[in-house]
């Protein structure tokens, strides 16, 4: 059990996508509402783009007009590029965890604030929390404590499984 108060929302519906923000966040600051609508504002952004480059009566443009939103489900489950926005209102970058930049910097994973994992429309985060990292799963009744010598070997587990993994990085470079 913690021995420090941790914020930690417990799974409703599809929800995974906003647990995992607030998780991460420590506090209620994002709603299913406000999600919504920044899907909403990416996918008409999107539409835009398609609409400008292919003209408002091409295929490409009338497809994506029927597909609906890219950037949430019906049953509520967000995007990555939602997270990422939703995110950036709080200057936090999610970058992959297999991306150049994270290989390139070499850091130990444990200087590290927090991970998003995601699969199988399944979102959750581990964050370090007073000097100790929690994995927050919405799935899990309570946190569930990871030593920082356990982290690397945990985040290989979860790639190993199949997992998108994103680093949690202060998007102002400090």
């Not at 930690?8 to 607030?22: D, I, P, S, T, V």
């Not at 919504?36 to 398609?50: F, K, M, N, P, T």
């Not at 990085?169 to 400090?174: S, W």
Request: glycine share 8%; hydrophobic share 40%.
């Amino acid at each position: 059990m913690p021995e420090c108060w941790i914020y930690h929302e417990r799974q409703q519906a599809a929800l995974c996508g906003l647990h995992c923000l607030n998780n991460l966040l420590q506090r209620a600051e994002f709603s299913a509402g406000v999600l919504s609508d920044i899907a909403a504002g990416l996918d008409a952004r999107e539409l835009q783009v398609i609409r400008d480059a292919s003209g408002p009566d091409s295929k490409d443009y009338r497809d994506r007009l029927l597909e609906g939103s890219g950037n949430v489900d019906e049953s509520g489950n967000f995007s990555i590029e939602v997270l990422r926005a939703a995110l950036a209102t709080h200057d936090l970058a999610l970058v992959s965890f297999t991306s150049e930049a994270v290989k390139k910097s070499g850091d130990d994973l444990t200087t590290r604030s927090g991970f998003i994992f995601n699969r199988d429309n399944h979102w959750f985060t581990i964050r370090l929390i007073n000097g100790r990292f929690w994995n927050l799963d919405s799935l899990k009744s309570v946190p569930v404590s990871v030593s920082h010598f356990a982290l690397a070997a945990e985040v290989s587990a979860f790639v190993g499984a199949g997992y998108s993994v994103f680093c949690c990085l202060d998007a102002r470079g400090g």
